[in-house]
């Protein structure tokens, strides 16, 4: 049993080379299937170390960056930082543990390495699990597989299925894989192992009939003119109030010498760390000078509302985008601004406040107390073009993104603040999540970070322009507009919540499979 559980700790890790920024996709394969393998005739208690082992070096190599987030920037010793990722590694593992136990549990109605539990089972309870893990305490959905296969024939299922149908029609393809092998090497070969073979090839090569389908079509009339301002504020000093200053002279210093007529200016989330309320004189300063050139601009900053008794109790605080330099001059509150609505855990938020604000008081994290905005909000106005928004870990949010989205949404755009893990895989990883959006909506993307990775994606995912990490620069790109509607930005998850359920019916079909 220790060879099997060595290896299923293996068979996680290798995984993160999938993704980015190593983009071996056939790895994620070989990882999920191997799971599967391991566990597929195993006793229930013997499925659940496998999937707990797969899950440990899955999310060790996968997130241990966070590692930098809390020993760097939370200021904790070496073994407290390494105690408090260990436990964050080990609780995201009880859901690979979960899928384990629940593939076995219901081996009456599908036996192991037979078609259903491998095909229909194992891929409806692996969504089901990952489901939970992005809901629980609000979710942590970083690294689903199906990202991997960005570089993949799978990636033209995402205009059509989304992230969640590309990652039930990857675990689908690991089961008729993991299916196949078994029935081959097997004495009494079965009569659906040819048949599971073409689907396998089915599924994975049909996309390459409508990889050249272009869903949405550029609009050549119209073009934008973005300058991404990347200030490169480190983040060990960037919220003190030493550096205030010198943070709001770098990005004027950048915007003032990229002001030009139409031009679209975006500041990365929370570029100005400091409350809207205390920066009034300065918001005013560059909305007029915006405004005289011709030019607009995005600014992330803290929002802070008064709560009932007064500016220190109660008081409502939002991670919010605004824009300067319109026809009306800023006068706050404006109406045309974006607050975030998922919150990171214990970064923005603390969950379940009455049991684990220690760690959060541990952990010393500014603004960390911040409040949701509405899951739907109207589009920013910038320019005369039309932008879905989303801040941060939000852009990993495929359904959020989904409930903002409208027909005729000009641009994806999302801001952000990577410096929290440093020079580690965590900013690629995220570069990569949000590649996945402008593929899934066939509209163009604008990131605009502190210290990288900014920069422009096409309607086809790919990366067009971008800043190298931890230089201070400015990007500047004229990108036209997209016109049209993928399938995924039509429908949304109904088509792949059709297929799941679809699936969970035929378990219960009794003809034998």
Not at 293 to 314: K, M, P, T, W
Not at 444 to 459: C, F, K, V, Y
Not at 470 to 479: D, N
Request: hydrophobic residues 45%; glycine residues 8%.
């Amino acid at each position: 049993m220790l060879k099997k559980i060595l290896l299923s700790l293996i068979f996680g890790g290798i995984a993160v080379f999938s993704y980015a920024p190593f983009h071996i996709w056939p790895l994620a394969f070989v990882s999920f299937a191997g799971l599967l393998w391991l566990i597929a005739d195993r006793s229930k208690k013997q499925a659940m170390l496998l999937g707990l082992s797969w899950g440990i070096g899955y999310f060790a190599a996968g997130i241990h960056w966070v590692y930098i987030s809390i020993k760097q920037y939370g200021e904790l010793p070496a073994p407290i930082a390494i105690i408090i990722l260990g436990f964050l590694i080990l609780y995201l593992s009880l859901y690979p543990m979960l899928f384990a136990f629940l593939l076995r549990m219901a081996n009456r109605f599908a036996g192991q390495f037979s078609f259903k539990q491998l095909i229909f089972l194992a891929p409806v309870l692996w969504q089901l699990t990952e489901f939970l893990r992005g809901y629980i305490l609000t979710g942590f959905a970083w690294l689903q597989l199906g990202y991997s296969q960005l570089d993949s024939p799978l990636k033209g299922y995402f205009p059509i299925l989304g992230i969640d149908g590309v990652n039930l029609l990857l675990t689908i393809l690991c089961g008729l894989f993991v299916y196949c092998i078994k029935t081959i090497n097997s004495k009494t070969p079965k009569r659906h192992t040819l048949g599971a073979f073409i689907a396998l090839l089915a599924i994975l090569f049909a996309p390459i009939l409508f990889n050249n389908i272009n869903w949405t079509k550029v609009n050549d009339t119209r073009s934008a003119n973005f300058v991404l301002i990347q200030g490169n504020i480190s983040q060990s000093i960037r919220w003190t109030r030493e550096q205030l200053n010198n943070t709001l002279q770098t990005y004027t210093k950048l915007t003032k010498q990229n002001f030009g007529k139409d031009k679209i200016i975006i500041w990365s989330e929370a570029s100005i760390t400091d409350y809207e309320i205390n920066q009034q004189s300065f918001l005013q300063y560059l909305d007029n000078e915006a405004r005289a050139h011709d030019s607009e601009i995005a600014v992330g900053i803290i929002d802070y509302r008064f709560g009932e008794e007064g500016y220190q109790s109660n008081g409502y605080i939002y991670n919010t985008l605004l824009v300067l330099g319109e026809k009306e001059p800023y006068q706050y509150p404006t109406i045309n601004r974006y607050k975030k609505h998922h919150l990171v855990p214990f970064g923005e938020f603390t969950p379940l406040e009455s049991v684990l604000e220690p760690i959060a008081e541990l952990l010393n994290i500014p603004m960390s107390s911040m409040k949701s905005g509405k899951a739907k909000q109207p589009q920013l106005q910038i320019k005369g073009f039309k932008f879905t928004p989303a801040i941060c870990y939000e852009v990993i949010l495929s359904n959020l993104i989904w409930q903002n989205f409208s027909p005729d949404t000009d641009f994806l755009l999302t801001v952000s603040n990577d410096a929290w893990f440093g020079d580690s895989i965590g900013p690629k990883q995220h570069l990569q999540m949000a590649q996945a959006r402008a593929l899934e909506f066939g509209r163009p993307l604008i990131r605009s970070t502190n210290t990288g990775i900014t920069a422009i994606i096409d309607p086809h995912g790919n990366i067009v322009k971008k800043l190298p990490q931890f230089e201070t620069g400015a990007l500047s790109a004229s990108v036209s507009p997209t016109t049209g509607l993928t399938p995924y930005a039509i429908w949304g998850n109904w088509p792949y919540l059709v297929m799941m359920s679809l699936m969970f019916i035929s378990l219960f079909i009794k003809k034998r499979l």
